[in-house]
Protein backbone atom coordinates (compact mmCIF):
# COMPACT_ATOMS: atom_id res chain seq x y z
CA UNK A 1 0.00 0.00 0.00
CA UNK A 2 1.01 3.52 -0.91
CA UNK A 3 0.99 5.59 1.89
CA UNK A 4 2.51 8.60 -0.53
CA UNK A 5 0.05 11.59 -0.92
CA UNK A 6 -0.45 12.43 -4.38
CA UNK A 7 -0.63 16.06 -4.45
CA UNK A 8 -2.06 15.88 -7.99
CA UNK A 9 -5.47 14.65 -6.76
CA UNK A 10 -5.74 17.10 -3.65
CA UNK A 11 -8.00 20.03 -3.62
CA UNK A 12 -6.99 23.80 -5.15
CA UNK A 13 -6.45 24.07 -1.04
CA UNK A 14 -3.97 22.26 -1.06
CA UNK A 15 -1.87 24.06 -2.99
CA UNK A 16 0.98 25.18 -0.42
CA UNK A 17 1.48 21.81 0.71
CA UNK A 18 5.24 21.71 -0.80
CA UNK A 19 5.85 25.10 1.83
CA UNK A 20 4.71 22.88 5.05
CA UNK A 21 1.10 22.85 4.91
CA UNK A 22 0.10 19.70 6.24
CA UNK A 23 -4.26 19.80 6.60
CA UNK A 24 -5.03 21.21 3.57
CA UNK A 25 -7.13 24.75 5.22
CA UNK A 26 -4.72 26.62 2.90
CA UNK A 27 -2.70 28.45 5.74
CA UNK A 28 0.70 27.07 6.96
CA UNK A 29 0.37 27.42 10.85
CA UNK A 30 1.02 25.25 14.25
CA UNK A 31 -1.92 23.15 13.10
CA UNK A 32 0.37 21.22 10.40
CA UNK A 33 2.74 20.75 13.40
CA UNK A 34 0.98 17.77 14.85
CA UNK A 35 0.58 15.72 12.02
CA UNK A 36 4.43 16.14 11.08
CA UNK A 37 5.31 15.23 14.68
CA UNK A 38 3.05 12.30 14.25
CA UNK A 39 4.65 11.30 11.05
CA UNK A 40 8.19 12.09 12.30
CA UNK A 41 7.81 9.85 15.16
CA UNK A 42 5.92 6.93 12.89
CA UNK A 43 2.39 7.21 15.21
CA UNK A 44 0.86 7.18 11.87
CA UNK A 45 1.52 5.36 8.35
CA UNK A 46 0.59 8.60 6.13
CA UNK A 47 3.11 10.23 4.36
CA UNK A 48 1.01 13.70 3.57
CA UNK A 49 3.69 15.96 5.49
CA UNK A 50 6.40 14.59 3.72
CA UNK A 51 7.12 17.85 2.23
CA UNK A 52 10.17 17.28 -0.03
CA UNK A 53 8.61 14.01 -1.48
CA UNK A 54 11.32 11.78 -0.31
CA UNK A 55 9.35 8.77 0.86
CA UNK A 56 10.14 10.16 4.89
CA UNK A 57 8.66 12.35 7.08
CA UNK A 58 12.11 13.95 8.41
CA UNK A 59 13.50 16.86 9.86
CA UNK A 60 14.13 18.17 6.27
CA UNK A 61 9.91 18.33 6.26
CA UNK A 62 10.15 20.17 9.50
CA UNK A 63 12.26 22.48 8.39
CA UNK A 64 10.35 23.40 5.07
CA UNK A 65 7.41 24.11 7.33
CA UNK A 66 9.02 26.03 10.04
CA UNK A 67 10.24 28.74 6.82
CA UNK A 68 7.03 28.04 5.91
CA UNK A 69 5.00 29.24 8.86
CA UNK A 70 8.08 31.91 9.85
Not at 9 to 31: F, L, R
Amino acid sequence: MNNKLDITSMPAQCSKIAQGECNCDNVIDVTDFEPWRKGYRKETSTLKCDYNKDGNVTLSDFNIWRIGYF
